[in-house]
């Protein structure tokens, strides 16, 4: 009888995912960034001898291409080698814990919708911990709202806690905007929020939010993460209800600007768009 | 007696130099700033900085030939 272990097909292992030092001791390829700075290295080194060059044969060309080689060796080394992730391993790693979600609740055989509960102002409880903003709360039965928010807070709920899978994102996005999210009006959110996800943290090529009538509606183009999002697509306890680490954040800021707990109604992900529509509730 | 070698760029050489680079430079980080997504794996933001420096280098460089111009037409 086989193994089961070697009934499984092997992973595929990618070269530019292994560590750098394997790479540079198996001759392969360097790194992007570690090219560019060798190119820079290169450059500087043209340079200098360039400049040197020009002071030994007068030579104004020669200084001149020697100066420019020299400052696009500096642009080269300093400013344009940045540390980028690929987005196939962040989406990798981040499938695990999503997968984690899905399988928990799944065998704690949940039937509740998801909603995401902002935790009052002010309020401590110790059995709280960790969930200093908001959280997801999953009751045990397909029960009404109101009954599965006053369930949220009691000590051992008849559901389960969860911390949103965007938490972390939202956190970094009110970090990046440098306000507080409890604060913003939510006309200045639908201003502000674009920008973050396009300009400064560059989630997507294209994001638009509008909230009207106790509903929002979110579209995102060429998110960065599209292959996690429908990788979550797959696990029927995260997506929709839940929702991928985007959706996620997304439904974690509307809590806090709102104060109000939403329910993360559909997402749907086509031609590189997502759409996702969310319920504030009252 | 021994002649030292002298750098053969002059001052105004030098700032026709960084004007160009600092045009060129400012452009490009405008132009990849409304570029939306990772499509170049360059930071933006240090690019722009970058820019900034050598245009304002330029301007020092302009504020201290045009002083220097000033004080010697003073009698």
């Not at chain 1, 709360?137 to 008849?158: G, H, N, V």
């Not at chain 1, 806690?161 to 006309?187: N, V």
């Amino acid at each position: 009888m086989r193994h089961p272990h070697h009934s499984r097909s092997p992973l595929p292992v990618y070269k530019e995912n292994l560590p750098y030092d394997y790479v540079a001791s198996t001759g392969a390829s360097f790194p992007m960034t570690t090219r560019i700075v060798l190119v820079g290295l290169i450059l500087l080194i043209l340079g200098g001898l360039g400049t040197v060059s020009s002071i030994l044969y007068q030579s104004t060309v020669l200084a001149f291409v020697g100066l420019t080689l020299i400052l696009w060796g500096c642009l080269f080394t300093l400013v344009l080698p940045s540390k980028y992730v690929k987005s196939e391993i962040m989406d990798y790693m981040s499938s695990s814990s999503l997968s984690a979600i899905d399988q928990i609740i799944k065998d704690l055989n949940l039937k509740g919708k998801p909603v995401y509960i902002p935790v009052p102002r002010g309020l401590y409880l110790p059995y709280l911990r960790g969930m200093k903003n908001e959280f997801v709360y999953i009751s045990e039965k397909d029960t009404e709202i109101e009954a599965a928010l006053e369930q949220a807070f009691t000590r051992k709920p008849k559901g389960l806690r969860l911390t949103p899978p965007g938490l972390a994102l939202a956190d970094l996005l009110e970090t990046k905007s440098r306000l507080k999210f409890y604060d913003l009006e939510t006309d200045s959110l639908i201003e502000l929020l674009p920008t973050l996800i396009t300009r400064e943290l560059e989630l997507a090529e294209d994001f638009e939010i509008s909230v009207k009538e106790g509903r929002a509606h979110a579209t995102m183009k060429n998110v960065a993460c599209q292959d996690l999002c429908a990788l979550a697509s797959r696990m029927h306890n995260i997506c929709p209800y839940i929702g991928c680490p985007i959706t996620s954040s997304i439904a974690c800021i509307l809590t806090r600007v709102t104060n109000r707990p939403i329910i993360l109604e559909s997402c749907l992900l086509r031609n590189n768009m997502i759409e996702a529509h969310y319920r504030i509730l009252q | 007696m021994e002649l030292i070698p002298q750098f053969p760029l002059t001052y105004l050489d030098l700032m026709l130099w960084l004007a160009f680079n600092a045009v060129l430079l400012l452009t490009a980080s405008e132009l990849l700033r409304s570029l939306p997504g990772k499509k170049l794996m360059i930071d933006k933001k240090r690019l722009t900085m970058a820019a900034l420096a050598s245009g304002f280098a330029f301007v020092i460089a302009v504020s201290v030939h045009a002083y220097n111009t000033w004080m010697t037409l003073q009698p």
